[in-house]
């Protein structure tokens, strides 16, 4: 078992920026591939970007590439979420996904555990 606990969302104006975190439970993390996703309201959950456990090379979505960063700390047992240059649309409740495969994968159904979510906020 994982429990995946996210921080760092808010209110942040168009430009700004905001680091989200995702803290780990469990002795596995190291070997779990992980995942942020993001669902506005009255929109389907969509990834972000994800990052695989054995340091390959981090995957983003078009619409963050550039401006998002995926990063972790198997030490710490934590994934961050470095968002840049934040734009109104990207206002949602961003979540933090766990995964036992050795890929990324940009689906839903194949991540295992899920944190509550944190709330961004940027407003124009």
């Known amino acids: 078992q994982v429990q995946l606990v996210e921080s760092g969302g808010g209110l942040v104006q168009a430009g700004g920026s905001l680091r989200l975190s995702c803290a780990a439970s469990?002795?596995?993390?190291?070997?779990?591939?992980m995942g942020w996703f993001r669902q506005a309201p009255g929109k389907e959950r969509e990834f972000v970007a994800g990052m695989s456990w054995n340091g390959g090379s981090p995957y983003y979505a078009d619409s963050v590439k550039g401006r998002f960063t995926i990063s972790r700390d198997n030490a710490k047992s934590t994934v961050y979420l470095q968002m840049n240059s934040l734009k109104p649309e990207d206002t949602a409740v961003y979540y933090c996904a766990a995964d036992r495969s050795d890929y990324v994968s940009g689906r839903t159904g194949e991540y295992d555990y899920w944190g509550q979510g944190t709330q961004v906020t940027v407003s124009s």
């Open positions: 469990g002795r596995t993390f190291r070997r779990y591939t």
